[in-house]
């Protein structure tokens, strides 16, 4: 038997009814949450995985955290710090990635220009 369109609009009521008390409150903290959110894809696309693992699975732990405080009526005037705590871990972690990243590459062109000036200097290169 398949529903007649009566039977799915009143579904769709009566789940926009449940969910209509969570609205504005997951509106009013929708903010800080997308932010941690962004942050730690930030840090993540920075590799920070590799650089600053220590960092980034905290970021996420707290992002969980923030995450479960917005479900949790209880929780919820927790979740702007838990938040924004990922959100500062995950930029953290990522400015460590960038720099480990920036660090390396200027190792490296610290070593060709040694390994020009040599060839330069003993007249290798000719």
């Given at each position: ?10 579904s ?37 995985d ?23 009526r ?14 500062v ?38």
């Amino acid at each position: 038997m398949t529903a007649s369109f009566a039977q799915i609009r009143r579904s769709l009521y009566v789940i926009a009814f449940a969910l209509a008390p969570l609205s504005p409150a997951m509106a009013q903290v929708a903010p800080e949450l997308t932010e941690a959110e962004q942050a730690v894809q930030r840090a993540t696309q920075a590799d920070a995985d590799q650089y600053a693992p220590d960092l980034i699975s905290q970021a996420r732990q707290e992002l969980m955290q923030a995450q479960q405080a917005a479900l949790d009526r209880s929780q919820r005037k927790q979740l702007p710090a838990l938040a924004r705590r990922a959100a500062v871990d995950a930029d953290l972690a990522r400015a460590r990635s960038e720099e480990a990243v920036a660090t390396a590459q200027l190792q490296q062109r610290r070593a060709e220009v040694s390994q020009l000036q040599n060839t330069l200097g003993t007249g290798e290169g000719r």
